[in-house]
């Protein structure tokens, strides 16, 4: 994938990277294969409409969630959609 093909997937919502030393990093999880992860855009959609930016919502997908048992992105890659968005909807209040 081109650097340029890839800012267009992350301003489309269907990628999200933050920045680590100035460089625009996508956590590995985020990818299947050559391609995102086809339940993380609607995710992502739901953490930004919850009031997360970005970055915070990078960190909410990667960090341990204590209602999942598991990392959030851990649960999208074993195809638990329905799961991690029950679990965004506490962010929302």
């Known amino acids: 994938m081109t650097p340029s093909k890839v800012r267009r ?19 590995a999880g985020f990818v299947q294969g050559d391609r995102p992860l086809p339940s993380l855009r609607g995710t992502l959609l739901v953490l930004l409409d919850a009031g997360l930016d970005e970055e915070g919502a990078v960190a909410w997908l990667l960090s341990e969630n204590d209602e999942l048992g598991e990392r959030p ?11 991690v968005r029950r679990a965004t909807q506490a962010l929302a209040f």
């Open 73 to 83: 992105i851990d649960a999208l890659n074993a195809g638990r959609k329905s799961a």
């Open 9 to 27: 997937l992350i301003e489309d919502h269907q990628l999200a990277a933050v920045r680590i030393d100035g460089v625009l990093r996508v956590p």
